[in-house]
């Protein structure tokens, strides 16, 4: 799913919450560590299965989005304004934040920032021009940005002012909710180097480019082409030039990222680790048998279908614990399908659906108790103010006999193990509906993250039970960038518009859009709505979180959302994570998946 891609980012979160142990500390061979060996300098990051950091451009377009872009590769060397993550909370981390909380002034219209003493690298100040020079660029080519929602970000500032190098002032066309503009707009402010960026030709003497449109929008178009080269991370000078903790030392092929400390880093925790890599894996079995095996992982995760293995990961040195993200996660349907998009706009099909995932045996089978329900569009965990009591419940149980009567009332000859079709096509009551012609058949194709052996288990036990209810399931495995590539936005009429569901079980994490509303993802215009969903109501609702500070308006969004499924609600998985017992620092769990090995020590 794109930012669930966005996955965003993301059910299976390698994050750590390592709790003392009295297991002897192993050494990655195996034997317990002598203490006269050296101090180890480095450590090696299992990524999750298929789900590898790639892009290094703070101003990310969609196409090449993912949560962990952010949480293991971005926000290591290039630092946000604000920080969202707060030992295991879900708010401003204020210590490692680039500037004070914002400010207001003009009746709560206007946002002043202002930001503490950090240095770039090379020893250049972080300044208002930095912040500047991202807007500048963001405004360039905004369709193009994975967080654009028309309407919003930039959309709705009316005015950005710098009145000194530590100040930017941000005006809106309105007044509104300011927990929204902290954690949905000024959240995704990332300064970048203009002394160092701010040119549109390799060679060039860094000037003002940025200060016109056009100028912007061709600085824009290089540093896209230069991040596009994957291979020139470790050295292209431009990428040297950080404000984060780390720097890119190398970039193999198969996205194997090592970093190197950045010995110029002005932040408040210095890094003693001298290294970190992080690992990909291509599927999370091939993971789990290096971590088994006492290999080259010192931070790394159990699948939650490997979860009767914990002890005897522990008995190899390292701590473990389950990890929860502050996320959501789905199925999505294409309702501008040509073939079955006419289908999936009916609210009954899409409540027989959810009445056929059972989410509890979906945790207890496949999951082995190592995962969360969704219930509807707010995160019922980790606890949070944000979900109400009608959130936290199944409104959609698992009951087969309920999704066969709600086909069955709706025009449609429903063969149990069979395909059921429209026998009573037309637009009255106790007919098939719009767009649905007699005979057409419940058949879908479902299209999902390969790789991941506890959602392949899954989809085949969903194929199963949908089968009772005469819904053919198609599954088609395949690695997530495909599946990403190919859940895109269509019309109707675009016959080549293939893909009918996704199930990316990557989950949606709220990040960078922090605050849980959905116009990212359920709003008709969002970056994120791949299958077109569209209510005024559900726009209406979303837009009164972002002007509403009552707790009502959050409240109306998650209820209506819940019961109309714009999207089917499944389960995420929680992750099982193993971080070697010697390492301190790597807790508590970071509910958006973000690493700090700045703060790691071996011990």
Same mark, same amino acid.
């Given at each position: 799913?794109?930012?669930?891609?966005?996955?965003?980012?993301?059910?299976?979160?390698?994050?750590?919450?390592?709790?003392?142990?009295?297991?002897?500390?192993?050494?990655?061979?195996?034997?317990?560590?002598?203490?006269?060996?050296?101090?180890?300098?480095?450590?090696?990051?299992?990524?999750?299965?298929?789900?590898?950091?790639?892009?290094?451009?703070?101003?990310?377009?969609?196409?090449?989005?993912?949560?962990?872009?952010?949480?293991?590769?971005?926000?290591?060397?290039?630092?946000?304004?604000?920080?969202?993550?707060?030992?295991?909370?879900?708010?401003?981390?204020?210590?490692?934040?680039?500037?004070?909380?914002?400010?207001?002034?003009?009746?709560?219209?206007?946002?002043?920032?202002?930001?503490?003493?950090?240095?770039?690298?090379?020893?250049?100040?972080?300044?208002?021009?930095?912040?500047?020079?991202?807007?500048?660029?963001?405004?360039?080519?905004?369709?193009?940005?994975?967080?654009?929602?028309?309407?919003?970000?930039?959309?709705?500032?009316?005015?950005?002012?710098?009145?000194?190098?530590?100040?930017?002032?941000?005006?809106?066309?309105?007044?509104?909710?300011?927990?929204?503009?902290?954690?949905?707009?000024?959240?995704?402010?990332?300064?970048?180097?203009?002394?160092?960026?701010?040119?549109?030709?390799?060679?060039?003497?860094?000037?003002?480019?940025?200060?016109?449109?056009?100028?912007?929008?061709?600085?824009?178009?290089?540093?896209?082409?230069?991040?596009?080269?994957?291979?020139?991370?470790?050295?292209?000078?431009?990428?040297?030039?950080?404000?984060?903790?780390?720097?890119?030392?190398?970039?193999?092929?198969?996205?194997?990222?090592?970093?190197?400390?950045?010995?110029?880093?002005?932040?408040?925790?210095?890094?003693?680790?001298?290294?970190?890599?992080?690992?990909?894996?291509?599927?999370?079995?091939?993971?789990?048998?290096?971590?088994?095996?006492?290999?080259?992982?010192?931070?790394?995760?159990?699948?939650?279908?490997?979860?009767?293995?914990?002890?005897?990961?522990?008995?190899?040195?390292?701590?473990?614990?389950?990890?929860?993200?502050?996320?959501?996660?789905?199925?999505?349907?294409?309702?501008?399908?040509?073939?079955?998009?006419?289908?999936?706009?009916?609210?009954?099909?899409?409540?027989?659906?959810?009445?056929?995932?059972?989410?509890?045996?979906?945790?207890?089978?496949?999951?082995?108790?190592?995962?969360?329900?969704?219930?509807?569009?707010?995160?019922?965990?980790?606890?949070?103010?944000?979900?109400?009591?009608?959130?936290?419940?199944?409104?959609?149980?698992?009951?087969?006999?309920?999704?066969?009567?709600?086909?069955?009332?709706?025009? &449609? +000859?429903?063969? !149990?193990?069979?395909?059921?079709?429209?026998?009573?096509?037309?637009?009255?009551? *106790?007919? #098939?509906? /719009? %767009?649905?012609?007699?005979?057409?058949?419940?058949?879908?194709?479902?299209?999902?993250?390969?790789?991941?052996?506890?959602?392949?288990?899954?989809?085949?036990?969903?194929?199963?039970?949908?089968?009772?209810?005469?819904?053919?399931?198609?599954?088609?495995?395949?690695?997530?960038?495909?599946?990403?590539?190919?859940?895109?936005?269509?019309?109707?009429?675009?016959?080549?518009?293939?893909?009918?569901?996704?199930?990316?079980?990557?989950? &949606? +994490?709220?990040? !960078?859009?922090?605050?849980?509303?959905?116009?990212?993802?359920?709003?008709?215009? *969002?970056? #994120?709505? /791949? %299958?077109?969903?569209?209510?005024?109501?559900?726009?209406?609702?979303?837009?009164?979180?972002?002007?509403?500070?009552?707790?009502?308006?959050?409240?109306?969004?998650?209820?209506?959302?819940?019961?109309?499924?714009?999207?089917?609600?499944?389960?995420?998985?929680?992750?099982?994570?193993?971080?070697?017992?010697?390492?301190?620092?790597?807790?508590?769990?970071?509910?958006?998946?973000?690493?700090?090995?700045?703060?790691?020590?071996?011990?």
């Amino acid at each position: 799913m794109k930012m669930s891609k966005v996955i965003a980012a993301l059910g299976l979160a390698t994050v750590a919450l390592a709790a003392c142990s009295s297991t002897p500390a192993t050494s990655p061979s195996g034997s317990a560590s002598a203490s006269s060996a050296p101090a180890k300098t480095s450590v090696t990051i299992a990524e999750p299965a298929n789900a590898p950091a790639y892009y290094i451009f703070p101003l990310t377009p969609m196409d090449n989005y993912n949560g962990l872009n952010d949480a293991y590769f971005q926000d290591l060397i290039y630092r946000p304004v604000y920080w969202i993550g707060d030992h295991g909370a879900v708010k401003v981390n204020d210590q490692i934040s680039l500037a004070d909380a914002p400010t207001y002034t003009d009746g709560g219209k206007t946002a002043v920032l202002k930001l503490r003493p950090y240095n770039w690298s090379d020893g250049k100040p972080v300044t208002s021009r930095d912040v500047l020079f991202f807007w500048n660029l963001l405004k360039s080519a905004k369709e193009n940005w994975a967080g654009y929602v028309p309407g919003e970000f930039p959309d709705n500032v009316t005015n950005v002012a710098t009145p000194d190098a530590q100040t930017i002032t941000f005006t809106f066309d309105k007044v509104y909710n300011p927990d929204w503009i902290l954690y949905n707009e000024l959240s995704q402010l990332s300064p970048i180097p203009q002394h160092a960026w701010d040119i549109d030709a390799t060679g060039q003497t860094p000037s003002d480019l940025d200060s016109t449109p056009a100028g912007a929008k061709k600085v824009y178009d290089y540093l896209i082409k230069q991040a596009g080269d994957a291979a020139t991370y470790a050295t292209n000078p431009l990428w040297q030039v950080v404000n984060g903790p780390w720097k890119v030392q190398s970039f193999a092929n198969g996205n194997e990222v090592t970093f190197a400390a950045n010995p110029n880093y002005s932040g408040p925790i210095k890094p003693t680790l001298q290294t970190v890599t992080l690992k990909p894996f291509t599927s999370d079995t091939a993971e789990f048998n290096v971590l088994a095996a006492n290999g080259d992982i010192d931070y790394g995760y159990i699948p939650p279908q490997q979860g009767t293995q914990i002890d005897r990961i522990k008995g190899l040195g390292f701590n473990t614990t389950e990890a929860t993200t502050w996320s959501i996660n789905y199925m999505v349907p294409n309702f501008n399908n040509p073939t079955v998009g006419p289908i999936f706009q009916q609210l009954y099909v899409r409540q027989a659906m959810a009445h056929l995932i059972d989410q509890d045996g979906w945790v207890k089978g496949p999951l082995s108790g190592f995962g969360k329900p969704t219930y509807g569009p707010v995160p019922t965990f980790p606890d949070n103010p944000f979900v109400d009591e009608n959130g936290k419940a199944n409104a959609f149980p698992y009951d087969v006999q309920k999704a066969t009567d709600l086909l069955t009332q709706n025009g &449609w +000859t429903v063969k !149990p193990d069979g395909v059921s079709t429209c026998t009573s096509p037309g637009t009255g009551a *106790g007919q #098939c509906g /719009a %767009g649905i012609t007699a005979g057409a058949p419940m058949k879908m194709k479902v299209e999902y993250a390969s790789g991941l052996g506890a959602l392949d288990k899954a989809m085949q036990a969903e194929k199963s039970a949908f089968a009772q209810a005469g819904i053919e399931l198609d599954l088609v495995p395949e690695p997530l960038d495909t599946v990403n590539a190919n859940e895109t936005k269509c019309v109707p009429s675009d016959k080549s518009c293939a893909w009918q569901l996704v199930q990316g079980d990557l989950a &949606w +994490t709220f990040q !960078p859009n922090y605050y849980p509303e959905g116009s990212l993802m359920f709003g008709k215009d *969002g970056c #994120c709505n /791949a %299958g077109s969903y569209n209510d005024p109501k559900a726009e209406a609702l979303i837009a009164d979180t972002h002007t509403s500070t009552s707790p009502d308006a959050m409240v109306a969004y998650q209820n209506y959302l819940q019961t109309q499924l714009p999207v089917i609600w499944t389960p995420k998985a929680e992750t099982i994570v193993a971080a070697r017992s010697n390492l301190t620092g790597t807790q508590p769990n970071d509910p958006f998946s973000n690493l700090y090995p700045e703060e790691w020590r071996w011990s």
